[in-house]
Structure formats: structure tokens, C-alpha cells
């Protein structure tokens, strides 16, 4: 008897100071993880960036520069723009000449230059020709010429007129690009009208697909 009841007066004062029941211990528990605080963020951490990294190069820059030198013949024929300039009238109270009926050297000067086919460029065998045909037109700025496109018989009549105008304003503007004076350049096209060789054949063609010059004296 005296054994049960100590029992029962331990088990009251555990109740009261040693012993805590589930849903306390569990409500403590939470309580104290609610006041850890979680480790916050001050900055966020960004790439340098310097001067070295940033590629200040324009497009032009990054190309290689081309080499001095020379203006290649290319060169010089596209800086021939094919702008419309206007196209001086022909006189009526003159008419035009073989060069070599005023002077037999003028023949040397005053060549036919040829092109290929369908083309109106001026080649490069041409060019040395007008250049010559340039220089005697500015030592003599009296003299002025009419220049002559011609073709071979391929294509329709309408289409070769168109082509050899071309032809004709292609050896205008390159005179006029050399200084001579657009009044003094008259152009004229006869399509494959006047041929140099009658003949259907490769050579008779090429020798078609030219330019003549004329030289201007009063009627």
C-alpha cells in the first residue's frame, strides 16, 4: 500500500515539472525553426566587362586594306558612269568626214573600236584607242566629231538600233570623262544597217560590232 502510493505521488509531480506532452513539444519545435533565419542574398554577381573584351571595330576595319597602287583598267572603266548626259544635236549645215579625207595620219588616230558580242563596254584594246582619239580632240578643241555605232546582223533591226546607240555613248562618255567637251560629241547609230563585211560569218560579225569616227567640216 505504501509502495502505490509513492508511485502515484511521483507520477503527479513529473506531470507538473518533467514531463511535457506530444503536442507542446511539437508546437516548441516549430516555433523555433520559424525564428532561424535563412542567409539572404546582398548582390548578385555579374561578368567584368573591360575594354579588352568589347570589340570596337567597325566593319570596314575588320576588312583588309587594299594595297596602293595603280587604277587597274577596271577600275577606270567603272568610274564611267552611265548617266544620262544629254546628247548634243547634229547640225544640219555641216556634215562629217573620214579622217583621212581631211589628213592621211588622222587615220592612225581615229580607229574603229570593236566590241563583243551584244556587249556596248568599252574593252580595253578600245580604251587605248579613244585615249589616243582624247588627247588630239583636247590639243585641238576646233575639231569635233560624230561617233558611229554600228552592229552585226544578228538580233531584230530595233533591238541593234538600241545596241549600237550604246556602243556609240559608251565612246562619248569615255571621251568625255578624258575633258572633251559634250558639244563637241555627236553619236548616231545605224544598228546593222552599214556593215563593214557583208559576209554571215564569225569574222564579218566581229569586224560589224564596232564604232566609227567622223570628223565635222561645213557643208
Known amino acids: 500500500m505504501r509502495e502505490l502510493k509513492w508511485l502515484v505521488i511521483n507520477l ?3 506531470s507538473f515539472f518533467g514531463c511535457k506532452c506530444p503536442t507542446k513539444i511539437k508546437k516548441e519545435f516549430i ?37 596602293e597602287g595603280k587604277a587597274t583598267y577596271e577600275e577606270i572603266t567603272a568610274a564611267i558612269k552611265e548617266e544620262e548626259i544629254p546628247v548634243t544635236p547634229i547640225p544640219t549645215d555641216v556634215k562629217f568626214v573620214k579622217p583621212e579625207e581631211i589628213h592621211p595620219e588622222l587615220k592612225g588616230i581615229f580607229e574603229n573600236i570593236y566590241f563583243d558580242f551584244d556587249k ?13 582619239i ?16 554600228h552592229c552585226d546582223e544578228r538580233g531584230t533591226r530595233e533591238y541593234n538600233l538600241v ?22 560629241l555627236y553619236t548616231v547609230s545605224y ?12 569574222e564579218a560579225w566581229a569586224k560589224n560590232r564596232r564604232c566609227e569616227f567622223k570628223i565635222e567640216v561645213k557643208k
Open 12 to 14: 503527479i509531480v513529473l
Open 31 to 67: 516555433e523555433e525553426r520559424e525564428k532561424e533565419k535563412k542567409p539572404e542574398i546582398t548582390s548578385i554577381i555579374k561578368p567584368e566587362v573591360t575594354p579588352s573584351t568589347i570589340d570596337t571595330k567597325t566593319p570596314d576595319e575588320t576588312k583588309p586594306k587594299k594595297e
Open 120 to 132: 556596248y563596254n568599252i574593252r580595253e584594246d578600245a580604251a587605248q584607242t579613244l585615249k589616243k
Open 134 to 149: 582624247g588627247d588630239y580632240l583636247l590639243k585641238n578643241p576646233e575639231i569635233k566629231i560624230l561617233i558611229e555605232g
Open 163 to 184: 545596241l549600237g546607240e550604246q556602243r556609240a555613248l559608251s565612246a562619248r562618255r569615255f571621251l568625255i570623262v578624258m575633258g572633251v567637251s559634250p558639244k563637241r
Open 191 to 202: 544598228g546593222e544597217d552599214m556593215p563593214a563585211d557583208p559576209r554571215s560569218n564569225e
